[in-house]
């Protein structure tokens, strides 16, 4: 049984979700806000989630990062201690999808790969009807650049506890992965 805290960032463009994901996320049922909030710089939010089928558990501090590019320097200094992230669209505007490029490189720019990992969220699923960006442009985004892909609509709460959940698993995947290095290093010294 294993206890970890990671750190999460959330990062894309302004009025994508990031901060109704964070709140959904965190607080599991009806906590989509009511009302847009404009996020200055960032917000830390706590999140606990049991690892499926194991003992596992992984405090999450999610950084709800603001989307507006004036913040960009700072947010850098913030997320250098990062352990994996993840970059939201809209699926309803073309622009927050062709902008997660940008985000990418930002984020790399941080810290590189090294130990990092992301996964890539189109949300507002529920404008199905206003949908502009098709499941497989994202899913081939997502395999372009080595990400996991996922869709969800944070008001109706679909799809965000299974990124939770892939995150939990991922990420203590590595840390075990890591741990076996280690103790494969440590004997090879010996
Ligand atoms: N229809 C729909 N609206 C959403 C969804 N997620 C967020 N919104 C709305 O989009 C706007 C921006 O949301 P917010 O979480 O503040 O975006 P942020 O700027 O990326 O943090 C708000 O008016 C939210 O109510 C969703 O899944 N579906
Ligand atoms: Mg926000």
Redesign the pocket.
């Known amino acids: 049984m294993v206890l970890l805290h990671g750190k999460l960032v959330?990062a894309?463009?302004?009025?994508?979700?990031?901060?109704?994901?964070?709140?959904v996320a965190a607080n599991d049922a009806n906590a989509?806000?009511?009302?847009?909030?404009?996020?200055n710089m960032a917000d830390l939010v706590p999140k606990q989630i049991r690892v499926p089928d194991s003992d596992d558990t992984v405090e999450f501090f999610l950084i709800?990062s603001?989307?507006n590019s004036i913040y960009l320097d700072s947010l850098r200094d913030i997320w250098v201690t990062m352990d994996m992230y993840c970059i939201?669209y809209?699926i309803?505007n073309r622009n927050s999808f062709k902008n997660c490029g940008m985000w990418l490189e930002q984020l790399s720019q941080s810290r590189g790969d090294h130990n990092v990992f992301g996964v890539l969220i189109g949300?507002?699923?529920?404008?199905e009807n206003y949908r502009v960006v098709s499941t497989q442009e994202g899913k081939q985004l997502a395999t372009s650049r080595k990400l996991e892909f996922f869709e969800?609509?944070?008001?109706?709460n679909k799809g965000i506890a299974e990124i939770f959940k892939y995150l939990a698993s991922e990420f203590v995947g590595r840390y075990r992965k890591r741990i076996k290095t280690l103790e494969k290093m440590g004997r090879d010294n010996y």
């Open positions: 959330i894309g463009d302004m009025t994508v979700g990031k901060t109704a994901i964070c709140h989509f806000p009511k009302s847009y909030n404009c996020t709800d603001a989307g939201v809209d309803t949300n507002k699923k529920d404008k969800c609509s944070a008001k109706d």
